[in-house]
């Protein structure tokens, strides 16, 4: 761990730290390593005893989690169902900023495998929680790895029960809806138009889809026309 420890001291960029720091309002434990160079750290800890590692891995930066989050996403291959579940369950409470959240939700392959089925059957659970990244780790899961047919009538009758007013679920929420609009149009247009979002997150979800490169402009006037107004006529925020 010595080693670990001195090799993300070693990649720390100090202005990357102040400028990722600005991304990250309230994480303070950060060095500065960027997210590519974490990954080959990752891999190289692969290619090793990753258990022992992860057995004395410890949470005193934000570096040192996003490691340990892709250490578990990565060694998926390297263990039975019951393991990865065990060692994911026990990740997510560690998450605590945005970006390890959408790290290990990138990273995490098993849901593009013959393990797809049984990493949803774990997911889904998540959308029943309170917790701000519980909630969040969910609905990244879901826009990285089942935006399909599928599973979109699914995830949006969990997007539609969660009642949350921590910020970074309610981007979530809003940001998962925009994917599914971007890949499945029209079913997440007919999904709009009877949504139970609240007004700020709905509102969110369609500037995210006007923000899309991939929505043409047609498409994004409409949107515009959608957005809820209060009785002033104002967009409500």
Same mark, same amino acid.
């Not at 369609?206 to 006037?221: G, P």
């Given at each position: 761990?010595?080693?670990? $420890?001195? @090799?993300?001291?070693?990649?720390?960029?100090?202005?990357?730290?102040?400028?990722?720091?600005?991304?990250?309002?309230?994480?303070?434990?950060?060095?500065?390593?960027?997210?590519?160079?974490?990954?080959?750290?990752?891999?190289?800890?692969?290619?090793?005893?990753? @258990?022992?590692?992860?057995?004395?891995?410890?949470?005193?930066?934000?570096?040192?989690?996003?490691?340990?989050?892709?250490?578990? *996403?990565? *060694?998926?291959?390297?263990?039975?169902?019951?393991?990865?579940?065990?060692?994911?369950?026990?990740?997510?409470?560690?998450?605590?900023?945005? +970006?390890?959240?959408?790290?290990?939700?990138?990273?995490?392959?098993?849901?593009?495998?013959?393990?797809?089925?049984?990493?949803?059957?774990?997911?889904?659970?998540?959308?029943?929680?309170?917790?701000?990244?519980?909630?969040?780790?969910? +609905?990244?899961?879901?826009?990285?790895?089942?935006?399909?047919?599928?599973?979109?009538?699914?995830?949006?009758?969990?997007?539609?029960?969660?009642?949350?007013?921590?910020?970074?679920?309610?981007?979530?929420?809003?940001?998962?809806?925009?994917?599914?609009?971007?890949?499945?149009?029209?079913?997440?247009?007919?999904?709009? $138009?009877?949504?139970?979002?609240?007004?700020? =997150?709905?509102?969110?979800?369609?500037?995210?889809?006007?923000?899309?490169?991939?929505?043409? @402009?047609? =498409?994004? *006037?409409?949107?515009?026309?959608?957005? @809820?107004?209060?009785? $002033?006529?104002? =967009?409500?925020?």
């Amino acid at each position: 761990m010595e080693q670990i $420890k001195e @090799r993300l001291r070693e990649l720390a960029d100090p202005g990357y730290r102040e400028f990722h720091g600005r991304l990250l309002p309230g994480t303070e434990d950060i060095l500065g390593v960027r997210i590519p160079d974490l990954k080959r750290l990752a891999k190289e800890i692969l290619k090793g005893d990753w @258990r022992e590692f992860l057995e004395h891995a410890e949470d005193g930066t934000y570096e040192e989690r996003q490691l340990q989050g892709l250490v578990i *996403a990565g *060694a998926w291959k390297k263990m039975e169902p019951e393991e990865l579940f065990e060692r994911t369950a026990g990740f997510v409470p560690k998450i605590d900023n945005w +970006a390890v959240c959408d790290v290990f939700c990138g990273a995490y392959r098993a849901a593009e495998s013959g393990l797809r089925r049984e990493v949803w059957e774990f997911v889904r659970p998540y959308f029943k929680k309170t917790g701000e990244y519980e909630l969040r780790f969910a +609905a990244v899961m879901a826009l990285s790895h089942y935006c399909d047919r599928e599973h979109a009538e699914e995830v949006f009758g969990f997007l539609d029960e969660i009642r949350s007013e921590a910020y970074y679920v309610r981007m979530a929420v809003a940001w998962a809806v925009s994917v599914y609009y971007v890949k499945l149009p029209e079913q997440t247009m007919d999904y709009l $138009k009877r949504c139970r979002l609240d007004d700020w =997150t709905y509102n969110k979800a369609l500037q995210k889809i006007i923000e899309s490169n991939r929505v043409d @402009r047609e =498409t994004k *006037a409409v949107i515009r026309g959608m957005k @809820r107004k209060d009785r $002033k006529g104002e =967009t409500k925020s």
